[in-house]
């Protein structure tokens, strides 16, 4: 991306003839504007000038958008509304701040600057790998739909959903698969499935917002009577957070079809047979929380999820 600063100083005299001196600064860059842009057809776009959308950009019912090593930046108020489908590969998507707020700052760690990613009822066939959803409103929602057990509506592979200021990821009554992701930080839960078919394998999901002590769980999952819980499975997972039980499960009966193998789980459950080689995480360990990661900088919003070498979930988590 190539950018600079202009500088400027402009100079005024005051009414008792004093001269005053104010020094200007901007930050220009190279990017492409996108107004309100409707995808009608079958579309690939892959660019290695940033793209800055003002409004909606719209994937139509029926139709399939290609994003492919590209970075959007997203103006208040504007979000993705995907009708039809989605893939998304080595992409990055963020807000369109690049100053700071305070000195020490920047806009990027900055959360609720965009609407995120809306996928509609009547939207299937979603694919992201590798790509990044930050700071925005809500990260990632998917609407209720028509459940296909043997079809995926949503798969994310390698994919980061990081700094929302309300949910992570949300899907309703739908097939999802997760894949090595990261969900971290949100003003709601990082990811809540409510009813429907879930796979997560080997992701870290982490609840360390720092703007509301009122945040939502790391993990929630919920089996509605309108939206029943078909299959839930996670394997390899990193469930942590600040408070002491960050695993929600609502109207969770002995009906409800879900297993965890192999994660580690700061939770306050019964052990059974749904939990299995699980690493049962507790305040008072001496490795726990936000000392299993390499940096978790609630002062300066920074935050780095890969483990650290005490870290008692090696093996585990999307890194």
Not at 188 to 213: H, M, N, R, W
């Amino acid at each position: 991306m190539a950018s600079t600063w202009i500088t400027r100083t402009d100079r005024f005299i005051q009414e008792n003839g004093n001269e005053q001196a104010v020094n200007l600064r901007a930050w220009t860059w190279d990017a492409q504007k996108l107004y309100d842009l409707e995808i009608q057809k079958d579309t690939v776009i892959e660019s290695t000038m940033p793209l800055v959308v003002y409004g909606d950009l719209t994937v139509r019912k029926g139709v399939t958008l290609t994003l492919k090593n590209t970075q959007l930046f997203f103006h208040d108020q504007s979000g993705l509304e995907v009708e039809g489908s989605l893939k998304m590969e080595g992409c990055e998507l963020r807000g369109d701040r690049l100053d700071r707020m305070f000195d020490y700052l920047p806009y990027d760690r900055v959360s609720g600057q965009w609407n995120g990613v809306h996928f509609h009822e009547s939207s299937t066939d979603n694919e992201l790998v590798e790509t990044v959803i930050k700071n925005a409103i809500e990260g990632v929602v998917m609407d209720k739909a028509e459940l296909d057990e043997n079809h995926d509506r949503l798969s994310m592979t390698h994919c980061v959903v990081h700094n929302s200021k309300g949910t992570g990821v949300r899907t309703v009554g739908s097939s999802i698969r997760l894949d090595h992701c990261q969900l971290t930080n949100a003003g709601g839960d990082c990811l809540a499935v409510i009813g429907g078919k879930a796979e997560i394998s080997y992701c870290t999901i982490a609840q360390f917002y720092p703007f509301d002590a009122s945040r939502g769980k790391a993990l929630r999952m919920a089996n509605e009577t309108e939206n029943p819980l078909k299959h839930f499975d996670c394997e390899g997972t990193i469930v942590t957070g600040y408070a002491d039980d960050e695993l929600e499960g609502e109207q969770i009966s002995d009906e409800v079809d879900y297993h965890f193998e192999n994660c580690l789980l700061r939770t306050i459950v019964e052990e059974g047979a749904r939990f299995e080689d699980i690493i049962w995480e507790s305040p008072t360990d001496e490795i726990e929380g936000k000392k299993q990661f390499v940096k978790i900088d609630e002062e300066n919003l920074d935050y780095d999820f890969h483990l650290n070498e005490e870290s008692t979930a090696k093996g585990k988590g999307c890194y």
